[in-house]
């Protein structure tokens, strides 16, 4: 057991673990600086200093992608036709599907925008809230814990 620990020092046996053990960190750490020279232009790019070695493959990313869009609301989706009518419920699908799409687009494009200022490889949703919140304007500043 002694060889097996020192050969994988950071495997975690019955014995030395705790329940209080942190796995993993889920907190974003800001460079130290203003964020008014933060938010200048430099050549900082999230996607060259991301870990992909366990990345998520595309049909992985189209598997989650339908399963947020349709999730149980499909199961709803023909008593709303019968509601709406054929013609505005057509439409409004469409429409309703474009709304989601820009919304998830913007998502995205905040936080790469983010992920640049900050320099930061990666930020999960929560992460990205709270950290537009820190670096938008300073009246909204102080709610970015709030928002994370």
């Known amino acids: ?21 942190k796995l993993a960190q889920n907190e974003v750490k800001l460079p ?3 964020k008014e020279t933060i938010n200048e232009k430099d050549d900082y790019n999230p996607f060259e200093h991301r870990q992909t070695e366990h990345a998520t ?3 992985g990313v189209l598997t989650h992608l339908m399963k947020g869009s349709l999730g149980t609301g499909i199961l ?6 019968k ?5 505005f419920s057509f439409v409004g699908t469409i429409v309703v599907g474009i709304l989601c799409t820009h919304c998830v687009y913007l ?3 905040a936080s790469h925008e983010i992920c640049r ?3 930061q490889p990666v930020l999960g949703f929560s992460e990205t809230a709270g950290a537009v919140f820190e670096h938008g304007p300073k009246r909204i500043r102080p ?3 709030t928002a994370r």
């Open 1 to 21: 057991m002694q060889d097996r620990q020192e050969k994988f020092p950071s495997t975690f046996t019955v014995d030395n673990f705790s329940s209080t053990t």
């Open 32 to 34: 130290i600086g203003s």
């Open 57 to 59: 493959s595309t049909a």
């Open 76 to 81: 709803a989706m023909p008593n709303a036709f």
């Open 83 to 87: 509601n709406g009518g054929l013609v």
């Open 107 to 109: 998502l995205v494009a």
């Open 117 to 119: 200022r900050s320099k």
């Open 143 to 145: 709610w970015a814990g």
